[in-house]
């Protein structure tokens, strides 16, 4: 049967449209605000620097064509977590909760709010490479045994966080800011009183500290590494 040429143009242009439909279903859906087969990074990146909310995650898609792509709802996922990151909004990771993954987003924001404050430590050493300190780790039962100021502060900020009853964080130098705030933002979580969090002055620091203890109160029942550690943070 012979195909008349009407016929054929637009089997060619129906075939062109299939073939080149990756190509240029993103770019236009992108001009109404849809994200085809974008990678969630990207769409956070996009948002933060257009000053768009949060929600814009929730309207990615992956096409059934893009078997390499993760699916839709982890590259939505990826873009809440990437957008509470770089805008330290902790209350964007609630979109992911009830989830572990939505506790790892709050700790992607504490690591931003409180880069170059404080110290890291071990059973056997203490890293304050923000200050260029570093120590082995004598314990926490007497914060004189440390020489410089800095390693006496991380010994009172660990007291306050994990012994009952004890609270230095007015022990911590003032100097560099921030520390207190740090210790105070542990002391509240260790008493799960997010009416504590007011003595933080940082807004988005405070916002933190009452939505991590208000997530913990929600959802640690549900959370494996809860039951390990009651005090993770």
């Given at each position: 049967?012979?195909?008349?040429?009407?016929?054929?143009?637009?089997?060619?242009?129906?075939?062109?449209?299939?073939?080149?439909?990756?190509?240029?279903?993103?770019?236009?859906?992108?001009?109404?605000?849809?994200?085809?087969?974008?990678?969630?990074w990207y769409?956070?990146?996009?948002?933060?620097?257009?000053?768009?909310?949060?929600?814009?995650?929730?309207?990615?898609?992956?096409?059934?064509?893009?078997?390499?792509?993760?699916?839709?709802?982890?590259?939505?996922?990826?873009?809440?977590?990437?957008?509470?990151?770089?805008?330290?909004?902790?209350?964007?990771?609630?979109?992911?909760?009830?989830?572990?993954?939505?506790?790892?987003?709050?700790?992607?924001?504490k690591s931003?709010?409180?880069?170059?404050?404080?110290?890291g430590s071990?059973?056997?050493?203490?890293?304050?490479?923000?200050?260029?300190?570093?120590?082995?780790?004598?314990?926490?039962?007497?914060?004189?045994?440390?020489?410089?100021?800095?390693?006496?502060?991380?010994?009172?900020?660990?007291?306050?966080?994990?012994?009952?009853?004890?609270?230095?964080?007015?022990?911590?130098?003032?100097?560099?800011?921030?520390?207190?705030?740090?210790?105070?933002?542990?002391?509240?979580?260790?008493?799960?009183?997010?009416?504590?969090?007011?003595?933080?002055?940082?807004?988005?620091?405070?916002?933190?500290?009452?939505?991590?203890?208000?997530?913990?109160?929600?959802?640690?029942?549900?959370?494996?590494?809860?039951?390990?550690?009651?005090?993770?943070?």
């Open positions: 049967m012979k195909i008349s040429s009407r016929t054929a143009t637009i089997i060619f242009f129906s075939l062109a449209i299939l073939v080149f439909l990756p190509l240029w279903l993103p770019l236009v859906s992108r001009a109404f605000g849809i994200y085809i087969d974008e990678p969630g769409v956070a990146k996009i948002a933060v620097e257009r000053g768009k909310p949060v929600s814009v995650c929730r309207r990615i898609f992956t096409t059934p064509w893009n078997i390499l792509s993760p699916p839709t709802d982890d590259q939505g996922d990826s873009c809440v977590y990437d957008f509470a990151r770089l805008t330290q909004d902790p209350t964007a990771c609630e979109l992911l909760m009830p989830s572990e993954y939505g506790w790892s987003c709050l700790g992607a924001v931003e709010l409180w880069k170059g404050l404080g110290c071990t059973k056997e050493n203490i890293n304050c490479g923000a200050y260029d300190v570093f120590s082995k780790n004598l314990g926490i039962s007497d914060c004189t045994i440390y020489g410089k100021r800095v390693l006496r502060d991380w010994c009172h900020e660990e007291r306050t966080a994990t012994l009952k009853d004890v609270y230095e964080c007015d022990e911590i130098s003032p100097d560099p800011p921030g520390l207190r705030e740090a210790c105070q933002r542990r002391y509240a979580f260790k008493l799960k009183n997010p009416a504590l969090c007011a003595e933080i002055s940082n807004v988005k620091r405070r916002t933190l500290c009452e939505t991590e203890i208000d997530a913990w109160q929600k959802y640690s029942n549900g959370w494996s590494f809860s039951k390990q550690n009651n005090d993770a943070p």
